[in-house]
């Protein structure tokens, strides 16, 4: 069994997610990182670049939306390191379209990457942390999923869904000392908000009270926060970290 404390984070190599594991490494974590198999060698170059050993990243190579071959390589991984202490679903991606313009594969790619699984990733973890009656589940949603985002119909359906699943998870975790809780981030300095037209960045940036985009840093503090013994009382909680862009 693994002696560090053992973290699964899905869309590890992400802007958001590669902050998350930064910190988790930091803070003493293996980590069990979720990747899409695609470029070659990609999750080598990336563990190069943030400069972690090999020991302290286990990979899983997979498409999460798989549901039978994915569950396969989570469970093996669990059983590999033994423990699994917390869960980070941070694996989400956007396909930005007015509603009457929206394509119904632009629906269900959302739908299934941010959504569907939640059910593929948590069940087997979930299931580890009854078994050790201690765990910390975070998932990360979106600002976007509390107070709607024109033009984000589809992902802000899932991202509002993500916080359902927690309070439910929630409530079915405690019993065994299993916190689930959601980090909500606003507009955040990573290529997927990049990736949105120059006008377009900017005018959201206009509408925030901090008047500026969110570094991936303060997001994944936010998680760090949740995991650690500081945020063992908090669960079925929503923490936005967004601003000010969205005050409930
Ligand atoms: N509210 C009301 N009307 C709006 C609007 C808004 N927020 N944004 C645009 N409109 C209007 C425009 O003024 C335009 O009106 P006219 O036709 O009268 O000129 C009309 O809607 C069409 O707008 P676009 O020209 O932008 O339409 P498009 O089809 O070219 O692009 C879009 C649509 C791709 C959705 C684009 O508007 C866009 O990118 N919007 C931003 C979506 C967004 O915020 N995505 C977040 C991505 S990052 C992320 O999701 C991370 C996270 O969690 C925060």
Not at 17 to 30: F, N, P, T
Not at 93 to 115: G, P, S
Not at 163 to 183: D, P, W
Not at 238 to 244: A, D, E, F
Request: with cysteine; aromatic share 6%.
């Amino acid at each position: 069994m693994s002696e560090k404390k053992v973290a699964l984070v899905t869309g590890a190599l992400g802007g958001i997610g590669s902050e998350i594991c930064r910190q988790l490494v930091a803070a003493g974590y293996k980590i069990i990182a979720t990747v899409v198999p695609r470029e070659e060698n990609r999750e080598k170059q990336w563990l190069i670049n943030e400069g972690f050993n090999e020991s302290d990243v286990r990979f899983i190579l997979t498409d999460l939306t798989k549901h039978e071959e994915a569950t396969v390589a989570i469970n093996e991984a669990i059983e590999a390191e033994g423990r699994v202490d917390v869960l980070v679903n941070n694996a989400g991606i956007t396909r930005d379209a007015t509603f009457k313009k929206m394509t119904f594969e632009q629906w269900t790619q959302v739908i299934d990457t941010n959504l569907k699984t939640l059910f593929t990733v948590t069940q087997p973890v979930f299931l580890k942390m009854l078994e050790q009656k201690n765990g910390r589940i975070v998932n990360i949603s979106s600002v976007n999923g509390l107070k709607g985002q024109f033009g984000q119909a589809n992902y802000s359906a899932t991202k509002a869904g993500i916080i359902g699943f927690s309070k439910a998870l929630a409530q079915e975790g405690a019993r065994s000392n299993i916190c689930v809780n959601v980090v909500a981030p606003g507009y955040t300095a990573t290529p997927m908000v990049t990736a949105m037209r120059e006008e377009v960045v900017k005018s959201i940036e206009d509408q925030i009270p901090l008047q500026r985009l969110a570094r991936p840093e303060e997001i994944a503090a936010a998680v760090l926060y949740l995991v650690s013994d500081n945020g063992a009382y908090i669960t079925g909680e929503t923490l936005s970290v967004n601003g000010g862009l969205y005050m409930q």
